[in-house]
C-alpha cells in the first residue's frame, strides 16, 4: 500500500494501473455497462510518459493494463456494486493452505500457452518471483519480500541463485513457504510480480519489460516511449482458462504523455477515435465539473466511485501538545468535515463524509461514528473538552503538500480557530513533505494524507498506518501511534486465513483504534473518470475505485 497525494491520484495514476496507497475518488454512477461487442481498437489516454510491463518493477492493482498481457495465479472479479472478489487465474484455486497457515499451494490449469506457443510451467512463476527480489529491478510490491522464508536476505536470481522457500516439486505445481501465518496470501498471488517468465526469455533484464512474454489476452505489437503503446491479440491465449478478463478489443492503444486537461478536453469533445477512449487515471479536475453537469450527454460518461481511498488528518501523537488523548478526542470534534468535503469538490465529486478507517468495500468496513458532530464539526464540545483537560492557547503547525493540498489545509485551519486552536500552515513540495511525515524527525503536529489499499483487504487500511513497526524510516503510521495492544490485534487478524473471521478481527481493530484518536477521518475520497461514448463495460466500484481495465469492450 502506498501513499498517493489527492493531485497525484487525480491527475497522475499510470494509466497502465492505479498504483494503491494514498490515492483518491469519487461518486457513484456506474458509467457504462452495456452493449460491449467483439472488436474495436481501445484508446486509453494517459499523462504517463514511460509504461513498463515488468512484473518485478510494477505496483498496478489488479485490474490495470499489465494484467492485459500478464496473469497471475489468481485474478480480480469485479462488479459495479461489490468489492473486487478474488479468482483463480493460470492456478486451479485461490490457494490450499497448511501448516497453520504458513505454506500455501498452487496447481497450474492444464494446457495453458504463451503468446509464442511454448507451456507455461511452475518454474516460470518461481523465476517470475525471484526477479522481483532483484536490486536493479526494484520499485514493485513488496509483500512477499518479508513473508517468503529467508526473503529478507535474498538477492534475486542474477547474484543469488534460487529462494528456497519458492518449491515447484513438478511442472504445475508452486508451494510458498512462509515464515508467519499470513491470511491474504491469495491476493498476494494475484501481484505482477506473481507473473510468469520463462528464464530463456530473461536475457536483458533492464528492458525486459518493454516485450513481456505474454501470457494474457494481448501482446506488445510496439512500444515508443513518451509517445505510444500498441497491443495486439495474444493468439495462444484462451478464454475458457480465464474468468478475469473478457478480452474484447482487437487492440488496444496507450496514448501517452498527454497533459491532463487535454485528456479530459479530448473525451469531453467526443470525436473520431476519441468515441472508443477514456481515461483510467486522470480524474476530473474541480474546474470542469460545472462543464460536465452543465451537459447531460457528457454527463452521462463520466464514471464516478461510490467510495475511494481515506483521506485523513494525522495528529503526530508524539508532540507533546497531542500526547493526550483528550486533545486528540476534541480535534475530532472541531474539525469541519464538511469544508474539506467542499474543498475537493462536494458531496458528489469529492466524496463522502467519513468516521472509520477501514473503508467502504472493503470486508470489515462497519459504518460508526465514535465521534459524532454535524458534518460542519461541534467546536463548542471541542472547547469544552480542552477546558476539562486544562489546555489553552494551543499552537500546531500543520506541513501541507503546496501544490494539492492547500484548500484541504485552510478548511482544517478555519474548522479548528473556532474551537481556538491555532494552526500554522506550513508549504512543502511532495518530495520534503514525504520526507518529513515518514522520517525520523517528525517536525509537525498535523498533516493531511490519503490510503487506498493494494488489494481488497482491510490489513491495507489498517497495518500500514497504525502498526507500530511502520513509524519512521519511510513507515506511513505518520501520526507515531503506538500501542503494544493494537499491535497483538494486528497480529492475530493478518494469520487469520477464514475471511470472515479476519474481517471481524479487522473490524474490532478499527473502532480500538478510533479509541485512541490518532487521526481524524475526513472523507472517502470519490474518483471520477470520462470516457467515449462507444467506450462499454466501464464503472467504477467501491473497490478498487479504478475502471476494471480488463472487462472493457467497445460498442459499434
Known amino acids: 500500500m502506498k501513499r498517493i497525494t489527492r493531485a497525484v491520484a487525480v491527475a497522475a495514476v499510470l494509466a497502465l494501473a492505479a498504483a494503491a496507497c494514498n490515492a483518491n475518488n469519487k461518486t457513484a454512477s456506474s458509467g457504462s455497462t452495456a452493449a460491449a461487442e467483439q ?7 494517459t499523462t504517463s510518459k514511460e509504461i513498463s510491463l515488468d512484473p518485478a518493477k510494477s505496483q498496478n492493482l489488479g485490474i490495470s493494463s499489465i494484467h492485459l498481457v500478464l496473469r497471475g495465479l489468481t485474478s480480480w472479479k469485479t462488479s459495479p456494486d461489490k468489492a473486487a472478489e478474488l479468482v483463480p487465474d493460470l492456478a486451479t484455486d485461490t490457494g490450499q493452505v497448511s501448516d497453520g497457515g504458513k505454506t500455501w499451494t498452487y496447481k497450474l490449469k492444464p494446457g495453458l500457452k504463451y503468446s509464442d506457443g511454448s507451456p507455461i510451467v511452475a518454474a516460470d512463476i518461481k523465476y517470475g518471483v525471484e526477479r522481483s527480489f532483484a536490486p536493479e529491478l526494484s520499485g514493485g510490491l513488496g509483500y512477499h519480500k518479508s513473508l517468503l522464508v529467508a526473503g529478507d536476505k535474498y538477492q534475486g536470481p542474477y547474484k543469488g541463485g534460487e529462494l528456497a522457500s519458492i518449491e515447484t516439486p513438478d511442472d504445475s505445481t508452486v508451494v510458498f513457504k512462509l515464515n508467519k501465518p499470513y491470511g491474504d496470501w491469495p491476493w498476494i498471488v494475484s501481484m505482477p510480480a506473481f507473473s510468469p517468465v520463462p528464464k530463456k526469455a530473461d536475457t536483458d533484464p533492464a528492458h525486459y519489460g518493454e516485450k513481456p512474454v505474454a501470457s494474457g489476452p494481448y501482446q506488445v505489437k510496439s512500444y515508443t516511449p513518451g509517445s505510444k503503446l500498441e497491443l495486439e491479440r495474444n493468439p495462444n491465449w484462451d478464454k ?57 450527454a457528457v454527463k452521462a460518461r463520466v464514471a464516478t466511485s461510490p467510495s475511494g481511498a481515506l483521506e485523513y488528518l494525522a495528529m503526530n501523537t ?30 458528489e465529486y469529492g466524496g463522502e463524509i467519513a468516521s472509520t478507517l477501514i473503508t467502504p468495500g472493503i470486508d470489515g468496513y462497519n459504518k460508526y461514528d465514535l465521534y459524532q458532530a454535524p458534518p460542519a464539526g461541534d467546536p463548542d464540545k471541542a472547547k469544552q473538552m480542552l477546558a476539562a483537560a486544562g489546555v489553552s492557547g494551543l499552537n500546531l503547525v500543520l506541513a501541507a503538500d503546496n501544490t494539492t493540498g492547500l484548500g484541504v489545509a485552510q478548511a482544517i485551519q478555519q474548522g479548528l480557530k473556532r474551537a481556538g486552536i491555532t494552526v500554522t500552515i506550513k508549504p512543502l513540495d511532495s518530495e520534503p513533505l514525504t520526507d518529513l511525515i515518514t522520517g525520523n524527525k517528525p517536525d509537525f503536529d498535523l498533516t493531511v494524507s490519503s490510503w487506498l489499499p493494494d488489494f481488497p483487504s482491510a490489513i491495507g487500511n489498517i497495518q500500514p498506518l497504525f502498526a507500530s513497526s511502520e513509524i519512521g524510516n519511510g513507515g506511513y503510521n505518520i501520526s507515531r501511534y503506538s500501542n503494544p495492544a493494537v499491535d497483538s490485534a494486528i497480529a492475530a487478524a493478518t494469520a487469520e486465513t477464514d475471511r470472515t473471521k479476519a474481517a471481524g478481527l479487522w473490524g474490532a481493530v478499527d473502532k480500538q483504534i478510533m479509541q485512541d484518536a490518532p487521526i481524524v477521518p475526513l472523507i472517502y475520497a470519490r474518483n471520477a473518470f470520462l470516457h467515449g461514448s462507444k467506450v462499454q463495460n466501464f464503472y467504477l466500484s467501491s473497490y478498487p475505485p479504478y475502471p476494471n481495465q480488463l472487462i472493457v469492450g467497445l460498442s459499434k
Open 39 to 45: 472488436g474495436g481498437t481501445w484508446h486509453i489516454l
Open 318 to 347: 508524539k508532540r507533546p501538545a497531542l500526547s493526550n488523548p483528550a486533545v486528540r478526542k476534541a480535534i475530532e470534534y472541531a474539525v469541519d468535515k464538511q469544508a474539506v468535503q467542499v474543498a475537493e469538490g462536494g458531496p
Open 240 to 296: 475458457s482458462t480465464d474468468q478475469a478478463r473478457t478480452g474484447l478489443p482487437d487492440a488496444i492503444e496507450l496514448d501517452m504523455g498527454l497533459q491532463p486537461d487535454v485528456v479530459n478536453q479530448r473525451l469531453i469533445a467526443d470525436a473520431g477515435d476519441d468515441k472508443f477512449a477514456a481515461t483510467t487515471g486522470t480524474s476530473v479536475p474541480a474546474a470542469l465539473i460545472p462543464t460536465i453537469t452543465g451537459n447531460p
